[in-house]
């Protein structure tokens, strides 16, 4: 049993860091209603078509040697989406109450005592705010003061783990955004740390502190959401600069293994539209549209946004559809809000 229970602690870790290494208008404003169809792409089909792939309406899993493992990261990606395409509310409340039970929950963030991840802890406050709930009293839990509770004195957020630190800028970036919607707001100490990380080139790394500070696109769009949101607007200026400099002729974005993917150009057209860089954004948003399966696919498959356009594979499907939907609607973390969404799985539109 300790055995079993050791390898799906690192099972969980390894995978929130594959998450991370795949991931990612004013910060006043009210947040926007994402419209149906934008740019061609079909952002309620697309959240329609995740929120069919979720096992029992729920939760998503990884499979690892044939066992099944829940997947808290991805399952809260597809709240976010769903939030920001407006629509498949019903499925994105059912996805956070299970995130938010509590074996789930704990399994997830820790205990709170010996075991507690700062990206998790702010990855879930920011989804239980999304949707309009309390993240200092979740299940009595309270995330707020939990993630506080795990910053260094340099600024940094990092785990408390037997089986060590995984904080990196995501986990930087989220916890910020989780507590700019706090009354405390955002410790300036966290954003600075963040802005100490920051490559030459003036993209962001996703592990500072290497011996070769390499610039990471996922990493970068969610930083300079982070920095937006923390006030440091000239900051998230120059990571906007260096997200616009290494977009690809056909609008898309790569990370480290050179391909133009979903998953990045997602990430990097949410920075792009919530940064004020629209014709950027537009470019990106028309290379997602590429993406998108549509009518001449199986029934399955329609609505999904496929990696990277290559032969439709389901299991990377789901993610890239999850920040495909963020960066073709454009919604910031900051802004994301669930109010007003609709209920149901929309499909796509065909003759």
């Not at 990612?24 to 089909?45: E, F, K, N």
């Not at 406050?125 to 939990?146: E, H, I, N, S, W």
């Not at 919607?181 to 963040?194: D, F, I, K, N, Q």
């Amino acid at each position: 049993m300790v055995v079993r229970l050791s390898r799906h602690r690192l099972l969980t870790l390894l995978c929130g860091v594959l998450a991370a290494l795949t991931l990612t208008l004013t910060l006043t404003g009210p947040a926007i209603a994402a419209p149906a169809q934008v740019g061609g792409v079909r952002s309620d089909a697309a959240a329609g078509w995740l929120a069919r792939q979720l096992v029992d309406g729920e939760r998503f899993e990884t499979v690892f040697d044939g066992v099944a493992y829940p997947d808290q990261g991805l399952t809260l990606d597809a709240v976010f989406a769903f939030a920001a395409a407006g629509v498949a509310d019903d499925f994105g409340a059912s996805a956070l109450a299970w995130v938010t039970r509590p074996d789930v929950r704990d399994g997830y963030v820790g205990d709170g005592t010996t075991e507690a991840y700062a990206g998790a802890t702010a990855k879930l406050a920011l989804a239980v705010a999304v949707r309009g709930g309390d993240p200092t009293d979740v299940g009595g839990v309270d995330l707020v003061t939990r993630l506080r509770g795990l910053q260094a004195p340099d600024g940094r957020f990092t785990d408390r783990s037997a089986w060590g630190d995984y904080s990196n800028a995501f986990s930087q970036s989220f916890a910020i955004l989780a507590l700019r919607r706090t009354v405390a707001g955002v410790p300036p100490s966290a954003a600075a740390w963040l802005v100490g990380t920051r490559c030459p080139d003036g993209g962001y790394p996703v592990l500072p502190a290497q011996p070769v500070c390499d610039s990471d696109v996922d990493a970068t769009a969610l930083t300079a959401q982070a920095l937006r949101a923390a006030g440091r607007h000239s900051d998230a200026a120059a990571a906007l600069r260096w997200l616009v400099s290494v977009q690809r002729v056909d609008g898309g974005f790569a990370n480290a293994d050179g391909i133009a993917n979903a998953n990045s150009t997602g990430l990097a057209a949410q920075a792009l539209r919530d940064g004020g860089r629209p014709l950027a954004w537009l470019r990106a948003r028309i290379f997602l549209t590429g993406l998108q399966v549509g009518c001449a696919a199986p029934t399955a498959d329609r609505g999904a946004v496929d990696f990277d356009g290559g032969v439709f594979d389901p299991g990377t499907a789901t993610r890239a559809t999850t920040q495909a939907v963020l960066g073709v609607t454009g919604t910031g973390y900051a802004r994301l809000s669930s109010a007003g969404a609709a209920t149901g799985a929309p499909t796509l539109p065909c003759p």
